[in-house]
């Protein structure tokens, strides 16, 4: 059951039917459910935070981007005002200042990857738009010269 999403469509005495966002019905045996955690990201409250990681390159205005992420975020019609998104600064990457954008929302049980996908290419957008540069991975190379 590890790394499937869906809804349940049918719980029966051996076995849970539950169909995938591609409609695809998978069986899963009862012991499973009982033996592993399962996560529900619909039991209670829909709403949910994601966290969607962005590296920038080093020398990038950081309140620059925090502003920028924090715009993607609130422009996005599925994105709840209330929490309201949030950027932390992760780590000093190998190659890139790593950043992390929360944002909450009730998509997650139905279109995770439509809305994951839809604020990334607002991100990519948004970052051009603004000088900012999401680099890829870098390495300097000292070269030593060796006499005979």
Known sequence: MAGVAGQVAKISLRSTAVVTNDNIFI???NTDLITQPIPNWSHGDPKVRI???IGVAYGTDMEMLKA????VATEHPSVLPDPAP???FIDFGESSLDF???AWTQE???APRRFRGEINYAIARK???NGIEIPYPQRVIH???TTP
């Open 86 to 88: 949030a950027v932390h």
């Open 143 to 145: 070269r030593r010269s």
């Open 127 to 129: 970052s051009r738009e």
């Open 100 to 102: 992390e954008l929360g």
């Open 27 to 29: 069986i899963v045996p």
């Open 68 to 71: 920028v992420l924090l715009e």
């Open 51 to 53: 966290r969607l990681p």
């Open 108 to 110: 997650m049980a139905h």
